[in-house]
């Protein structure tokens, strides 16, 4: 059985003062559901005012991007062991990384390493763009992304990543793939390329989300699918009645 899973990505949004808001109002409202791993991620510099408030909550805290090296000369941006003292979890490779700041699948992969290393939970991001998309791309793009970012990594470690399949076309669009579509490129696509690296059981063990315009009105589709267990959810998780409503549905 795995946990389900949801995460909000809260991207360039907030300050430090509106984190302590939001993530005062989400504690307040998540407490009560259980059975599903909840992570925040807002930005680098609210990561420790949002530690504090989430001390004995339930509610796990995430940073949306890190550097590979361990420190160093490496102006702007922030080490795998900084993240790790204030959060458990990373996101990786988003599409948004991918596209704005040129992050290959070698560079993801590299990230990986890094996580492994200090024990951070990594939510790695995999996905089409509308031209792939429209190009019958989806097959080729997701294995690669997948097989590339994910390898090399032992074999204890592996079970522990989290995959989010999120397709570009869909991410901040209002355009949601659908339930049926998005779990097609989980089971034929994802988990057999997981397989071909550490194993069927880890295939199977390794939690997939599903990311790309989730709502508390969407949710639903997604989770009732058999390979999809949970969301990595952008716009929606900065509104504390959405996020409840995702997270919720994601317990049934
Ligand atoms: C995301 O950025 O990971 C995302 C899924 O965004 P949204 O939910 O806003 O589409």
């Not at 949601?176 to 579509?181: D, L, M």
């Not at 949710?219 to 929606?236: K, N, R, T, W, Y």
Request: proline share 4%.
């Amino acid at each position: 059985m795995r946990t389900p899973f949801v995460a909000g990505n809260w991207k360039m949004n907030k300050t430090i003062s509106e984190t302590r808001e939001l993530v005062t109002a989400l504690t307040l409202k998540l407490k009560e559901i259980g059975g599903v791993e909840k992570v925040l991620c807002p930005p680098f510099i609210s990561l420790a005012a949002a530690a504090a408030l989430l001390e004995g909550s339930g509610i796990g805290l995430g940073a949306q991007n890190m550097h590979w090296e361990e420190k160093g000369a490496y102006t702007g941006e922030v080490a795998p062991a900084m993240v790790k003292e204030l959060c458990g979890y990373v996101i990786l490779g988003h599409s948004e990384r991918r596209a704005y700041f040129s992050e290959s699948d070698e560079i993801v992969n590299r990230k990986l390493h890094a996580a492994q290393k200090v024990n951070l939970t990594p939510i790695v991001c995999v996905g089409e763009t509308l031209e792939q998309y429209e190009s019958n791309q989806t097959r080729e793009v997701v294995s690669r992304q997948t097989s590339q970012g994910l390898k090399g990594v032992t074999s204890e470690f592996a079970p522990q990543i989290v995959v989010a399949y999120e397709p570009v076309w869909a991410i901040g669009t209002g355009k949601a793939s659908t339930g049926e579509a998005a779990n097609v490129v989980v089971r034929d696509f994802i988990r057999p390329a997981i397989a071909e690296l550490y194993g069927q059981q880890t295939a199977q063990a390794i939690r997939v989300l599903y990311g790309g315009s989730v709502t508390g009105a969407n949710a639903e589709e997604f989770f009732s699918q058999p390979d999809i267990d949970g969301a990595l959810v952008g716009g929606a998780s900065l509104k504390v009645d959405d996020f409840y409503a995702i997270t919720k549905a994601a317990a049934r």
